[in-house]
T-cell receptor, first 112, second 116 residues
């Protein structure tokens, strides 16, 4: 059974800092790895999707990497802004299944 | 806006009552998913439809839960005889045939259930 862990559970940084969020998964036979953003009381917004054959994806100030062999993914946020404050969730999709297995998320606070 | 739409956004009910949530996926999206998220946790998969066929169900979907997608468009999730442990955010997501290879999902804003 796939298990996804996110460390740290919460992170507070001053505006302008670069930061890294970590995600680990137990079963390396994944179809893809997705990063989502969730604002309080809201649904999920897809940020980046990395297919199993890819090593990284970039969108603006965000960069996500995937290392299947070690069961890890990272989300790098450059030049953080207060508007980046939210909970970031990673989710792994298993081969042959349409289920996403989510981590518990990292709650990010960017202090002005 | 043509995103995934969920209704109601918030439902407060007494224990033992039945509740129903509705999800309207993005137009042309043939795949629809239900997830449940409790406070401080990540979403957990409940069930998946391709068109009107329910192809995958989680063990979390007890006998009190039923999901339908009768015409392959909108979907309903009904919870019978609600319990306090059912209090959660119920999230709906959809995906299109064009994104089937990537597995990208588009989520709605969720329906929050509070059982008193």
């Amino acid at each position: 059974k796939q298990e996804v862990t996110q460390i740290p559970a919460a992170l507070s940084v001053p505006e302008g800092e670069n930061l890294v969020l970590n995600c680990s998964f137990t079963d390396s036979a994944i179809y893809n790895l997705q990063w989502f953003r969730q604002d309080p009381g809201k649904g999920l917004t897809s940020l980046l999707l990395i297919q199993s054959s890819q090593r990284e994806q970039t969108s603006g100030r965000l960069n996500a990497s995937l290392d299947k062999s070690s069961g890890r993914s990272t989300l790098y946020i450059a030049a953080s802004q207060p508007g980046d404050s939210a909970t970031y969730l990673c989710a792994a999709s298993g081969a042959g299944s349409y289920q996403l297995t989510f981590g518990k998320g990292t709650k990010l606070s960017v202090i002005p | 806006d043509t995103g995934v739409s969920q209704d109601p956004r918030h439902k407060i009910t007494k224990r033992g009552q039945n509740v129903t949530f509705r999800c309207d996926p993005i137009s042309e999206h043939n795949r629809l998913y239900w997830y449940r998220q409790t406070l401080g946790q990540g979403p957990e998969f409940l069930t998946y439809f391709q068109n009107e066929a329910q192809l995958e169900k989680s063990r979390l979907l007890s006998d009190r839960f039923s999901a339908e997608r009768p015409k392959g468009s909108f979907s309903t999730l009904e919870i019978q005889r609600t319990e306090q442990g059912d209090s959660a955010m119920y999230l709906c997501a959809s995906s299109s045939p064009q994104t089937a290879n990537t597995g990208e999902l588009f989520f709605g804003e969720g329906s929050r259930l509070t059982v008193l």
